[in-house]
């Protein structure tokens, strides 16, 4: 059923369900992305921080886990070279 069609009494149980996700575990979702990207951004600087001139592992290790981090290199650099300031430290 598309969302228009739904009865009454499942719109409100689905705007309830909602309501209480909003309340009880919102934030510690987005604490745990929020995490979860930190953890992946330290992986990626320990092993491939060559790129920025920071040799953390030798090169060997960095070779054999690089399919792995292929695809989070551009953003990754994006990320590590863009300019910070006060509001990203508060954030």
Do not use: C, N
Not at 7 to 31: C, N, T
Not at 34 to 52: N, V
Not at 53 to 77: A, D, E
């Amino acid at each position: 059923m598309t969302p228009e069609k739904l009865p009454f009494w499942k719109k409100m149980r689905d705007q309830l369900v909602d309501f209480i996700y909003g309340m009880a575990s919102h934030e510690m979702a987005r604490h745990a992305l929020k995490t979860r990207g930190s953890m992946e951004h330290l992986f990626i600087l320990i092993t491939m921080g060559d790129m920025l001139g920071v040799p953390i592992l030798p090169p060997y290790y960095s070779l054999r886990l690089l399919p792995y981090v292929v695809p989070q290199i551009s953003t990754w650099k994006r990320r590590m070279l863009r300019e910070k300031d006060l509001t990203d430290a508060l954030a």
